[in-house]
């Protein structure tokens, strides 16, 4: 039997498998970290913010906003945001910069900077900054899981 150093160093389908796996368990690990360490009280306020701002017509589409903040806060880790959107949305998103967005975006870009003192905390400050860029500009994206 021949082996050629390309069959030694090709992987297989059982590393690729056990990669998989590998990566499942730290967004699991992850996300129920955030969970303990208060991503479930904030994404319960933005939940709360949602419900109150859906009472009203005008407020639905910003209750939807933070229904999509509170989905993204509720697990960070193996999401993903693409942004898009017409000139509605654009329009729509300047007047959230100027009222909240810039707001909340310095709250979650602070939070990832305390985050990422330590080398621990370093992939939960990337996920409150991914929370800042999508508090900045969320009309017109999507949050897809990988």
Request: glycine share 14%; net charge positive; charged share 5%.
């Amino acid at each position: 039997m021949r082996l050629s150093l390309y069959a030694l160093s090709a992987p297989t389908a059982d590393m690729a498998l056990a990669g998989c796996r590998y990566h499942v368990g730290m967004r699991l690990l992850g996300n129920i970290l955030w969970l303990i360490l208060g991503g479930l009280f904030l994404a319960a306020g933005w939940a709360v913010i949602g419900l109150v701002l859906c009472v009203t017509i005008v407020g639905i589409p910003l209750g939807v906003q933070a229904f999509k903040m509170a989905g993204l806060t509720l697990t960070p880790f193996g999401k993903t945001v693409v942004y898009g959107g017409g000139v509605g949305s654009v329009l729509v998103n300047i007047v959230w910069f100027v009222l909240a967005g810039v707001w909340m975006a310095i709250g979650y870009v602070c939070a990832g900077l305390l985050n990422c003192i330590t080398i621990i905390g370093i992939p939960f400050g990337i996920q409150s900054f991914k929370m800042a860029k999508l508090a900045l500009w969320p009309f017109g994206s999507q949050i897809y899981s990988l």
